[in-house]
């Protein structure tokens, strides 16, 4: 398969699975509804720097030996699920747009760190991510590929991630949609939350 071929069945593959609602969409939109612009890219920031430990293991090969062994699997399955599930009991906790303004303080309190930090654990856990990569590695890779195509396969991979979810953020913070959630947002927090839970209950009851 030549570069060009390759990055365009990249692009279809890799986009839709980019777009599929997943932990890294729940919580990009629910930081860019609830605290705006910034507060989405900064976990935007974080899932990148996640994905980049992804793409680094699977294009050494390590993703094959993550796959192959059911204790890491194992623990990557209950970290990661233990994770959503905190992430979204933290969403549950979310007030109405009219509370207080030192509640609307405590809540949007959390540093711009924080919100990497949260990016980059909830990509770094996804336990799907070994087995997709594994997948997808395999799938475009060949014994005798020269580095700079694997990165340029790389670089693509992040640059979807990046658009994709950049288009998120700009839709959700901006003001006039923003404004009209606003009122909702709460509730938007609690179902994103409850998603996460589930999804979170859903990988730890697959983790035997």
């Known amino acids: 398969m030549d570069l060009a071929h390759g990055l365009l069945t990249l692009t279809s593959i890799h986009l839709l699975a980019t777009a599929s609602p997943g932990p890294e969409f729940m ?3 629910r ?26 293991y699977s294009a050494f ?5 993550i796959a192959s062994s059911p204790a890491a699997l194992w623990w990557i399955r209950v970290l990661g ?13 979310a007030r109405p747009g009219g509370a207080s303004k030192e509640m609307t303080k405590e809540i949007g309190a959390v540093s711009s760190m924080g919100r990497v930090k949260q990016g980059f654990l909830c990509d770094l856990l996804n336990p799907k991510a070994p087995i ?8 475009f890779l060949a014994p005798n590929m020269p580095g700079y195509q694997i990165a340029i ?13 950049s288009l998120v953020v700009l839709l959700l913070s901006h003001p006039t949609i923003n404004l009209k959630f606003r009122s909702i947002s709460h509730w938007i927090d609690r179902v994103l939350g ?9 990988v730890l009851t697959t983790a035997s």
Do not use: D, P, Q
């Open 27 to 29: 919580l990009i939109s």
């Open 31 to 56: 930081e860019s509804l609830s605290h705006g612009r910034k507060a989405g890219f900064n976990c935007l920031i974080g899932t990148m720097l996640g994905l980049l430990i992804h793409l680094g």
């Open 61 to 65: 090969g390590f993703a094959a030996l």
């Open 81 to 93: 699920g233990g994770y959503l599930i905190y992430l979204g009991i933290s969403a549950f906790k």
């Open 132 to 139: 997709y990569y594994i997948s997808l590695f395999t799938f």
């Open 153 to 165: 396969y790389g670089a693509w991979i992040l640059m979807i991630h990046f658009t994709w979810f």
């Open 194 to 202: 409850g998603a996460m839970v589930a999804i979170g209950l859903k």
